[in-house]
């Protein structure tokens, strides 16, 4: 059902390593985040690197992973800039990005200030940070990317 896996936080004997298990055996690619080396949650994703999973930081990490199934008409040509022209926002997005305005606001936050459901909020900020409008910092902690 899907190219990839990614497991976020799972300790030893988690149900989650069972997934990323089942990923392996259906030839998938299988990407973990590293977490505290402390943290007993933390264990699974930093077994499951060593064994060969790809180390995941951002959401950048798997998109350049899958970048064959982007169209190539999307890649720029000799002397361009690199940025593509008219990135178009659904109205979802468009409402994050206002929330978020110029502070870095909480995942929560987002979902008190713009009254979305959880589950949009979430696929919206995933969104925005593959077009590099949004990054995440650790504790699911949102801002804008602005560039000159």
Not at 35 to 60: N, Q, T, V, Y
Not at 83 to 112: H, V, W, Y
Request: glycine share 8%.
């Amino acid at each position: 059902m899907t190219l990839g896996t990614v497991i976020v936080e799972a300790n030893l004997t988690s149900g989650a390593l069972i997934t990323a298990n089942f990923a392996v055996e259906y030839g998938r690619q299988t990407f973990a985040v590293p977490g505290p080396i402390d943290s007993p949650r933390s264990k699974g994703c930093h077994d499951l690197i060593k064994k060969g999973a790809k180390l995941c930081e951002s959401a950048e990490d798997i998109v350049t992973e899958f970048e064959y199934l982007f169209p190539t008409s999307n890649k720029p040509a000799a002397g361009e800039t690199g940025q593509l022209p008219g990135l178009t926002l659904s109205e979802n997005e468009k409402l994050l990005c206002e929330a978020i305005g110029r502070e870095e606001l909480f995942m929560d936050d987002l979902i008190a200030k713009t009254g979305l459901p959880p589950s949009t909020v979430s696929v919206a900020l995933l969104t925005l940070e593959m077009k590099k409008l949004v990054k995440q910092a650790p504790g699911k902690l949102f801002s804008r990317i602005y560039r000159d």
